[in-house]
């Protein structure tokens, strides 16, 4: 009786064995969808800011991204976040939101999209421009032909477990 009884735990064991786990690197900049929720229904948008570069503090980068509209959140605006991030306690940037050396900022949706239109527009512009130059410099002897074409891509590409 015994010897059935090992066998069936060597049969469970085998079984567990088999089980297939998984593991996936957490991202550590990601925002809970519930939180980005909450604030998209306030008309705000988040975005990380880079507050120091090599262990010094990142004015230039800092002055610009609140010249452009960006405020910095408050511990009390994201209560869920304050397992995972620390709230600076002096300095500078004294009641924000941190996550190593970057700072969790908001600003109003609307200027968001208007900045996001604005800079794909000068992209674009300056594109133009270096295929319009391109264009003018070629010769009935040796045209050039523009075939180009150009992908974005944001972020990790998606990852489909079988």
């Known amino acids: 009786m015994a010897r059935t009884e090992s066998r069936n735990s ?33 008309g705000m948008v988040l975005r990380w800011i880079r507050i120091q570069l090599r262990g010094a503090d990142d004015y230039q980068n ?28 002096g300095g500078r940037y004294a009641g924000t939101v941190v996550r190593g050396d970057v700072a969790l900022a908001k600003m109003p949706e609307g200027r968001a999209i208007a900045r996001k239109e604005y800079f794909e527009k000068k992209a674009d512009d300056l594109m133009n421009a270096v295929n319009s130059q391109l264009m003018n410099s070629s010769d009935s002897r040796m045209p050039i032909f523009n075939n180009s074409k150009s992908t974005v891509t944001k972020g990790k590409s998606p990852r489909f477990q079988d």
């Open 10 to 42: 060597q049969v469970r064991e085998n079984q567990t064995r088999d089980e297939e786990y998984t593991f996936e690197e957490e991202d550590y900049l990601a925002i809970p969808q519930e939180v980005q929720e909450r604030f998209l229904n306030q």
């Open 62 to 89: 800092v002055g610009k991204r609140t010249r452009d509209g960006w405020v910095f959140v408050t511990p009390d605006e994201v209560p869920e976040l304050s397992v995972s991030s620390i709230v600076k306690e």
